[in-house]
């Protein structure tokens, strides 16, 4: 992507190209993926699923591909377990021995989401894109009725904070790699949260960066993604990579990574933005206990979203659990934007399951706003980047627009470019120049 074939792909047609292989292929098979982990190797249960009937031929070549598919995941379990025992467990691994373990570690889960296309001769069968689950009113109400008014008490920080077990570190090429958890203070979620941390060599109190990834990705399980932030490693700053709620090891059982938000909205999008916003406290105290550098939050779509919610809600926190700037790529300026009116938010088709269970568009908004950014950021603005493409319209691009006009970032700290939502990050491994203008905000904060 940084040669010159890559400025193929920074063209809005990239865009209209992704959003079609999203709709006709990768979600309709992950969503076929999500019934084979449902369905054990039962063909029978995984037709009564889907809610497909099978001929002779369509049967014995499922039944073939199911039982691969549990072959892969029994290859994956143990892979797990062995990876979990070398890096956090008492058994004395060789760095080289754990570098290796990781890497059968990424080529198994790699291997086994890939079998999504071993599912492709179903496609004629149009399966859904979500696994649609959709909550009642009256239990959104149970759980999350007083957000609409005092969203402050859904999103304070712990009185104590969890332990932070840390693993065992491995050497990479941009320094040492290894991997924070601890349970997720969220009642909701009740699972372990697991970070992936880039430390960089021979940095004494590096700057942190607590970045988020979008919705169902997995960097973590997946090879070959575009990682617009690993050259802030480079340049001096730990990167902290936590796995959002309900993706990676956090996928609830027969759902995809990422689907539970759309399958169960507005439910699931109100359980990750709460779980995940007091999971950041966490790792900031983390960050704040292992250097006396800057503490900075970002992420891209979703996980731009959650550091702008964490910008508002911060500023009744103690101080350490501030962040000191951020960094936002791709997001706008209401949460309603993104998940009822954006493109993505459509391909679920998640509104019209809600309509079916007696929400509105006007239903859901009320729960959302509790999870817009603050009319003003606990961040200095002056210590807010932002990159924005004028084509987005997942993230839509007039509502990022409107909240930089709102916050008054200034000229240098944005950066508005042509690209869409998918072309965006690859225009960002080519030209760096917002991650620079961040680093020199960070240098300044650290002196």
């Known amino acids: 992507m940084r040669g010159p074939l890559g400025g193929l792909f920074t063209s809005t047609w990239f865009d209209r190209a992704s959003m079609y292989f999203l709709r006709k292929l990768y979600l309709p098979l992950s969503r076929l993926w999500g019934v084979a982990d449902e369905a054990h190797g039962s063909v029978p249960k995984f037709a009564e699923i889907a809610q497909i009937e099978l001929n002779y031929n369509q049967y014995q070549r499922l039944n073939k591909v199911i039982f691969r598919y549990e072959v892969s995941r029994a290859r994956v379990n143990a892979i797990d377990a062995a990876w979990r025992l070398a890096f956090f467990g008492d058994q004395q691994a060789a760095l080289g021995d754990l570098a290796a373990i990781e890497k059968a570690r990424k080529d198994a889960h790699q291997a086994h989401n890939m079998m999504r296309r071993d599912l492709r001769f179903l496609l004629h069968f149009k399966p859904q894109t979500s696994r649609y689950e959709i909550p009642t009113l009256a239990e959104v109400e149970t ?21 932070v077990e840390q693993s065992r570190p491995f050497a990479a ?6 991997w924070i958890r601890f349970k997720s203070p969220s009642a ?29 990705v997995e960097f973590d399980y997946l090879e070959g993604l575009v990682d617009e932030v690993d050259v802030l490693c480079r340049m001096g700053f730990r ?30 999008i109100l359980d990750t933005c709460t779980a995940a916003v007091a999971e950041r406290a966490v790792l900031m105290d983390w960050c704040r206990r292992n250097s006396d550098g800057p503490v900075t939050l970002g992420g891209s779509s979703l996980g731009a979203l959650l550091a702008q919610i964490v910008s508002g809600q911060s500023k009744n926190w103690p101080d350490h ?26 391909l679920f088709g998640a509104l019209d399951a809600k309509h079916e269970r007696g929400w509105s568009v006007a239903n859901v908004a009320e729960y959302l706003k509790a999870l817009d950014p603050p009319s003003q950021p606990s961040v200095d603005p002056d210590n807010i980047v932002s990159i924005l493409g004028e084509a987005d319209q997942a993230t839509p691009f007039a509502g990022g627009l409107e909240l ?7 000229p240098e700290n944005r950066f508005i470019w042509p690209q869409g939502h998918f072309s965006l990050p690859i225009a960002l491994t080519r030209n760096d120049a917002p991650l620079r203008r961040f680093h020199q905000i960070v240098t300044a904060l650290a002196r």
Request: proline share 10%; hydrophobic share 35%; glycine share 10%.
């Open 188 to 216: 909701r979620t009740r699972d372990m949260v697991y970070a992936r941390v880039h430390e960089p060599a021979g940095v004494v109190n590096p700057p942190s960066i607590i970045y988020g990834h979008g919705i169902c």
């Open 143 to 163: 759980l999350y009725g007083g957000i609409k008014k005092k969203p402050e008490s859904y999103f304070s920080p712990g009185a104590e904070m969890p332990q």
């Open 404 to 410: 930089l006009d709102r916050w008054q970032l200034s």
């Open 321 to 346: 659990l501030r962040p000191d700037a951020l960094l936002l790529i791709m997001h706008c300026s209401r949460m309603e934007d993104a998940l009822i009116h954006g493109s993505i938010a459509k």
């Open 239 to 268: 990167v902290l990579r936590p796995e959002a709620p309900f993706h990676g090891r956090r996928r609830p059982p027969g759902y995809y990574g990422g689907e539970y938000i759309s399958a169960t909205s507005p439910l699931g």
């Open 173 to 178: 090429a941009d320094g040492n790699q290894y």
